[in-house]
């Protein structure tokens, strides 16, 4: 069953990135390379993100919820002025993936999307994470670009 964010979802949904996100996020490469930084670790940067994503449209926030239970979420941004949307972050617990659940849940935000008068949507995904690379095809996504992402130590 999928429906919106309620607050008190945040801590999970923080853990469902932290294990879903492992290996495939730029925050863990960060590390991966440089160590800690400044003694926060990737997992604090990167469940920092769902605090943003919630503060700037928890309304676009939805979860998936299997036998009463938080499974998985995907986020949503909207900007009206240029009538493009975007899905910031999407994550199913690994225990649960494979089984169409980011499939409902995107299609979910891309129905929120539209009804907030958003013409268009963008992702973003890692070249390491083929998950997505098949996934945001799938769905109609097309790619447009593809970034190089630096770090150095000051
Ligand atoms: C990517 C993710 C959100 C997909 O959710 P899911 O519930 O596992 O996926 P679904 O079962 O709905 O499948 C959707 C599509 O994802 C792709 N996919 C799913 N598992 C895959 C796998 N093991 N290998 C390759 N593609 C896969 C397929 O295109 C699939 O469509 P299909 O079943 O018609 O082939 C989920 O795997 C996840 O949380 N990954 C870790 C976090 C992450 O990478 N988030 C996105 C960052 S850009």
Redesign the pocket.
């Known amino acids: 069953m999928i429906r919106r964010f309620r607050p008190s979802d945040l801590e999970r949904v923080k853990e469902?990135t932290l294990l879903?996100?492992e290996g495939?996020s730029i925050d863990h490469g960060m590390e991966k390379r440089f160590g800690v930084i400044a003694g926060k670790d990737w997992k604090w940067r990167k469940a920092r993100s769902l605090d943003d994503d919630v503060e700037a449209n928890s309304d676009g926030v939805f979860v998936y919820e299997a036998d009463g239970a938080v499974v998985?979420y995907i986020t949503t941004r909207l900007d009206a002025e240029s009538a493009i949307g975007w899905i910031p972050?999407?994550?199913?617990d690994?225990g649960?993936?494979?089984?169409?659940?980011?499939?409902?849940?995107?299609q979910a935000a891309l129905d929120y999307l539209r009804a907030s008068g958003m013409r268009y949507a963008k992702?973003?995904?890692?070249e390491q994470?083929?998950?997505?690379q098949?996934?945001y095809p799938?769905v109609g996504f097309q790619e447009v670009a593809r970034q190089i992402h630096y770090l150095m130590r000051l």
């Open positions: 469902i879903g996100f495939v998985g972050n999407i994550a199913i690994p649960h993936q494979g089984r169409g659940i980011g499939r409902a849940l995107m992702i973003e995904t890692l994470n083929q998950k997505g098949a996934f799938s």
